[in-house]
């Protein structure tokens, strides 16, 4: 009898625990996805795992495409929102790579970071030229602005969840002309419309799509600055804009690191929160950590101790993000070595990616793995 008894027991336990993996891997659109992909371990937290997609990769590379749709539940278009691409010539829209991006989420169950609106950079020549030889002047700059980010915007109206509005417009310590708030005097932007552009562009935004989650994104604003007055100084015109009623709903702290400068885990977490702490939500958005490498086809760091570092800081970053309520996303800039920005952008450095560049999974990828593991829940031990 006791022994049935037992056994029925085993027997229920067993069936919970079979019933387990199907229930949670059900929960957030990760039905049927492998129960160790980044999305689903992420997914048992409310935390989507995302990564930059580029449009010449998707769809024409099917081992890139698979990574894309398995591991991640958020993507983000590495170039194909931007400016310069869906508006090449004056007045003519190229949705065509942006539309393909939001298609392939939603097939995938996927989110989509919409980016960027307002940034100095990847600006048609039409506009830069326009605007260095005064035939559009200061009133036309505005309304073409406005006009730019209610179009893209209502494009993808109810297909967004988040966009980044404003890009890159604060001041780093070596940039020559800040203004007393910390932005950047010499920003395309704020030099041609005056520093009121950055609540306007919200303002516009929100009209256009009332329910996308709208944020302000950059780099070194959680804790890599020494002094960290970059950070404070985002956060400080930010909690004013708050304060007006201006609809911002969050920040993006990009993480593009790299290993020959320090980074102070603690300080990134405890900036990540005193945004939250203004009520509003929290993203890392550009995740990528860079090293010295050999060369820019192999990639192999030329310190071993920053092929440790580089898994680390990733990791530091995803636990930060982890311990912090309101961050709700943590994107990598991209999804393999072969396929990266930094080369090109930082000479002589390069690593910086969860996939080497022959898309295998780094130890990067398996550091991430299993802190959204840990942070799951999956270890139970009985050593009482
Ligand atoms: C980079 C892309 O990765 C490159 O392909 C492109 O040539 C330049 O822009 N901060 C940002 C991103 O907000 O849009 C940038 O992306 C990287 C830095």
Redo the contacts with the bound molecule.
């Keep these: 009898m006791k022994l049935r008894r037992q056994l029925a027991a085993a027997a229920a336990t067993a069936a919970v625990l079979m019933l387990v993996p199907s229930a949670v891997a059900a929960a957030g659109g990760e039905k049927g996805r492998a129960d160790d992909s980044l999305r689903a371990l992420g997914a048992r937290q409310d935390l989507r795992i995302g990564t930059?997609v580029d449009d010449a990769h998707l769809g024409s590379d099917a081992a890139y495409t698979k990574i894309v749709a398995d591991q991640f539940s958020v993507v983000t278009a590495?170039?194909a929102m931007?400016w310069e691409s869906v508006e090449p010539a004056r007045g003519t829209y190229d949705w065509a790579a942006a539309d393909r991006l939001v298609r392939f989420a939603q097939q995938n169950d996927q989110s989509v970071r919409g980016?960027?609106l307002l940034?100095h950079?990847?600006l048609p020549s039409w506009l830069t030229t326009g605007v260095a030889d005064g035939t559009i002047g200061t009133a036309e700059l505005r309304d073409i602005l406005r006009k730019h980010v209610t179009d893209e915007v209502t494009r993808y109206r109810g297909k967004i969840w988040q966009w980044d509005v404003a890009?890159?417009v604060f001041a780093n310590s070596w940039d020559p002309n800040p203004l007393p708030n910390g932005l950047n005097g010499d920003d395309f932007w704020i030099k041609n419309l005056g520093e009121g552009v950055i609540a306007d562009v919200f303002r516009w935004a929100h009209q256009a799509d009332p329910k996308a989650l709208l944020f302000y994104?950059d780099?070194n604003i959680a804790g890599q600055d020494g002094t960290n007055a970059k950070f404070q100084a985002v956060h400080d015109f930010f909690a004013k804009l708050v304060a007006q009623g201006v609809p911002v709903n969050g920040i993006g702290e990009?993480g593009?690191l790299d290993t020959q400068y320090g980074f102070d885990a603690q300080r990134f977490q405890a900036d990540l929160q005193s945004y939250g702490d203004l009520g509003l939500k929290v993203a890392v958005t550009?995740a990528d950590v860079r090293t010295f490498v050999n060369n820019s086809t192999e990639q192999v760091p030329t310190s071993q101790l920053a092929a440790f570092a580089q898994p680390f800081e990733f990791s530091e970053m995803l636990k930060g993000c982890q311990l912090v309520r309101q961050c709700i996303s943590f994107t990598a800039?991209?999804v393999y070595d072969g396929d990266s920005?930094i080369p090109g952008t930082f000479a002589g450095t390069g690593y910086g990616l969860l996939y080497d560049v022959d898309m295998k999974p780094k130890p990067a990828y398996y550091a991430l793995q299993q802190d959204l593991a840990l942070a799951a829940g999956n270890a139970r031990h009985n050593g009482k």
């Design positions: 930059a590495e170039n931007k980016h960027t940034w950079n990847q890009n890159e994104n780099y990009q593009h550009e800039w991209g920005w």
